[in-house]
């Protein structure tokens, strides 16, 4: 074949094949937090199963929420500020639903960047595309006023999870198999 015919033959496989994953997102990603999202179907099944022998109110606001449905991140700037809580499914309790704190979201002209400003716990990352309803969250936990680690170093800080948009004014963040606590963490954002 042809250096040209090889050319040509390349882009149309690039043009035939769906787009996943920001490309950056891969040269990103730490072994551990991959592994974590390879295994994400089975992490949130077990913990939402755990999930179920929680308070029975807060199992109908989580089945509520998980309920519904997904629309596209496309058409939506999801830059301002948010309140923001965590779910925290399995593990050491089967349930909890912590109150509502402080989100901002900015964009710095190569993304979403996630910033918790309130509470104990908080996080600090970026959103990467990951198909039309989709994206991959790479942050860093930490507590209090204490500044955040940067991304990558180590299993202690480091977080991913996938996000996932309901509607114009409400989406959610979750974390399998985070370091502390429980099997899945969801951060739930409402304006």
Same mark, same amino acid.
Not at 84 to 90: E, Q, V
């Given at each position: 074949?042809?250096?040209?015919?090889l050319l040509?033959?390349? /882009?149309l496989?690039?043009?035939?094949?769906p787009?996943?994953?920001?490309?950056e997102?891969?040269?990103?990603?730490?072994?551990?937090d991959?592994a974590?999202l390879d $295994?994400?179907g089975?992490t949130? $099944?077990a913990?939402?199963?755990?999930a179920k022998a929680g308070d029975?109110?807060?199992?109908k606001?989580?089945?509520?929420?998980l309920?519904k449905p997904?629309?596209?991140?496309?058409?939506?700037?999801?830059t301002g500020?948010?309140k /923001?809580?965590?779910i %925290?499914?399995?593990?050491?309790?089967p349930l909890?639903?912590y109150g509502w704190?402080?989100?901002?979201v900015?964009?710095?002209g190569?993304?979403?960047?996630?910033q918790k400003?309130s509470?104990s716990?908080r996080?600090?990352?970026?959103? !990467?595309d990951?198909?039309? %309803?989709?994206?991959i969250?790479?942050g860093? !936990?930490s507590?209090?006023?204490?500044?955040?680690?940067s991304y990558?170093s180590?299993p202690?800080s480091?977080?991913?999870?996938?996000?996932f948009r309901?509607?114009?004014?409400?989406w959610?963040?979750? !974390?399998p198999a985070?370091?502390?606590?429980?099997k899945l963490?969801i951060?739930? !954002?409402?304006?």
């Amino acid at each position: 074949m042809t250096p040209r015919l090889l050319l040509a033959a390349l /882009c149309l496989i690039g043009f035939a094949v769906p787009a996943h994953a920001d490309g950056e997102v891969q040269k990103l990603i730490t072994a551990a937090d991959k592994a974590r999202l390879d $295994k994400y179907g089975e992490t949130r $099944k077990a913990a939402l199963e755990e999930a179920k022998a929680g308070d029975p109110a807060e199992v109908k606001q989580l089945d509520a929420l998980l309920a519904k449905p997904l629309v596209a991140f496309s058409d939506k700037d999801l830059t301002g500020n948010w309140k /923001c809580r965590t779910i %925290k499914a399995g593990g050491l309790s089967p349930l909890v639903i912590y109150g509502w704190f402080k989100c901002k979201v900015t964009d710095d002209g190569s993304g979403w960047r996630l910033q918790k400003i309130s509470g104990s716990q908080r996080t600090a990352g970026r959103f !990467f595309d990951d198909g039309e %309803k989709r994206a991959i969250y790479l942050g860093s !936990f930490s507590v209090n006023d204490d500044k955040a680690r940067s991304y990558g170093s180590g299993p202690e800080s480091d977080q991913v999870g996938y996000a996932f948009r309901n509607s114009a004014t409400e989406w959610r963040i979750e !974390f399998p198999a985070p370091y502390y606590e429980s099997k899945l963490d969801i951060m739930e !954002f409402k304006r």
